[in-house]
Every structure is written in C-alpha cells, then in structure tokens.
C-alpha cells in the first residue's frame, strides 16, 4: 500500500536564480516534501507552468497520466532491487 500526495505547485512555491536564470523551488517548499516523504509519503508535483500549458483537460489528463506513471515505474524499479 502506497501514500500518494499530487501537489499543484503555484508562483509562491518558486523564485528565479539569478545566477543561472532558472525558475527553481525555494526552499519552503522543499522541506515540506523532505516532511512529506519522512512521514511515509511519495509526492508529485505539478508546477503552474505546465499546467498552465496544457489548455485542455485531455492535456491536463496526461501530465496526470505521465507523472502517475513514471511514479509507478520508480516504485516497481525499487520492488526489483
């Protein structure tokens, strides 16, 4: 059985870098997924940026679709080990 938390990350979850120019997470954020996976839970993330690109629920369906999967792949590569 698998704890399972999907977070939509919006702008206050992010700050740009100004020396690399990248949007990255601040730190807030990162602790509260190191929280997050200490008390036993996998997290997902999904940032307002690519949200915001998808335009259509069928978009919306498959970045879902895409990161439930990759998740249920990484969970199946730990099994095998």
Known sequence: KY????E??????YFLDIETGE???NGRTKAKRRWLERLGWSVINVSYIEWGAAKSR???KDILKSKLLQWARERKELLRE
Do not use: N, Q, R, W
Not at 3 to 6: A, C, M
């Open 3 to 6: 704890k399972l938390v999907i």
């Open 8 to 13: 939509f990350d919006g702008p206050f979850h």
């Open 23 to 25: 949007i990255v997470e």
């Open 58 to 60: 069928s978009a919306k």
